[in-house]
Every structure is written in structure tokens, then in C-alpha cells.
């Protein structure tokens, strides 16, 4: 490499046939030096995948502890949330090779993984957030910025346990215009 510095310039060949330490050779120097020191790290780090669709339905199956999840809506979560933060996806993949090496396969352990695993209880709860909120972010009424990124609305998790007995919000359960006669015990007939 510091050959090779040599040969685009005439000066510096002069240096280098010299045997003068030139600036450009010093810095050239120390710069293939350093590049050369921060590889065993870069190389030896491991290298987490971000998390793809799939991956991050079957996480969030377990988080939520949802047999099934529609894969269309974790598609948008999983862009949501990474949306909101570009390193998301590989915090989503770390989080789900820690619950795998901790083999927990029940939410009711997970106050004890989040207590071992402080830094993945925010991943955590990001999605299982989405999921239950059917958004993502913070939404804001009283400012000009709003990062909450819609996922889901009728599938959002929040309204399964009144599915039965409650409407969905501005969802009707009745025909068209069901509720131009009111109910019989409101009139009296």
C-alpha cells in the first residue's frame, strides 16, 4: 500500500528512494495502521441480522402470546417501528436470539428476562405496543410534530377482550342507519 503511495507522485518516489519520511508517507502510514488495528474487532464482532417479516411475527407471537398473528399487519409494524429507528430491525433480532438463549417460552417469565436483559425490555415493549395500540411512535395532539405511524385499526389487539360485548370505535355492528329508530324501551311502544 505505502508502495503504492510512492507511485502516484514523483515527489514522494523521491522520498521513498531517499529514505526521507515524507507527510503524506507518515500519514498514509497511520492511516493503513489504524484500518489495520479496528479489523480483528469489526471482524470479530458479531453480526446481527436485522429481523425480517417472518422473524418478527414469530416474536411477536411470543410477546403478545398469540398463537396467530396476521402476517400483513407484523409487516407493518415491523416497518413502522423501524421507520421510527433504522437500527429497530437488529435490535428486534438481538431481542429474539436473547429470549431464544434464555429459552423462555411463556410471557409470564419475562419480568424476570427484562430484569437479567435491561437494554431488550424497550424492544419489547415497542412492539408489543404496536400490536395492542395498532400504532406505533407517540401521537400528539398540541404539536406540529406527530411520529405515530398507523399499523393496524380493527386488528389492533386492545379491543379483543370486549370484542363480544362492545363495538370497535365508529364501527357499526348494524345494518345502514340502524340507529334511526331508537330502541323500544327509549319510546315506550
Not at 118 to 133: D, N, T
Amino acid at each position: 500500500m505505502i508502495s503504492s503511495l510512492y507511485e502516484r507522485t514523483g515527489h514522494e518516489a523521491d522520498g521513498a528512494a531517499s529514505g526521507r519520511l515524507t507527510r503524506r508517507h507518515l500519514l498514509g502510514s497511520a492511516t493503513a495502521m489504524l484500518a489495520a488495528a479496528a479489523m480483528p474487532a469489526a471482524v470479530g464482532a458479531a453480526v446481527t441480522q436485522p429481523l425480517d417479516a417472518d422473524g418478527f411475527t414469530r416474536l411477536s407471537q411470543l410477546l403478545t402470546g398469540r398463537e396467530t398473528l396476521s402476517p400483513v399487519v407484523g409487516a407493518r409494524a415491523l416497518a413502522a417501528l423501524s421507520q421510527d429507528d433504522d437500527a429497530f430491525a437488529a435490535q428486534a433480532a438481538e431481542l429474539a436470539q436473547a429470549i431464544e438463549a434464555a429459552g423462555f417460552s411463556d410471557m409470564r417469565q419475562f419480568n424476570s428476562f427484562a430484569e437479567a436483559n435491561p437494554a431488550l425490555r424497550p424492544v419489547a415493549m415497542k412492539i408489543i405496543s404496536a400490536w395492542y395500540l395498532g400504532y406505533t411512535g407517540t401521537p400528539s395532539m398540541n404539536t406540529t410534530k406527530d411520529d405515530a405511524q398507523f399499523v393496524s385499526y380493527a386488528e389492533a389487539l386492545m379491543y379483543e377482550p370486549t370484542r363480544d360485548a362492545t363495538v370497535i370505535p365508529s364501527w357499526s355492528r348494524g345494518h345502514s342507519n340502524y340507529w334511526k329508530n331508537p330502541p323500544a324501551f327509549m319510546t315506550g311502544k
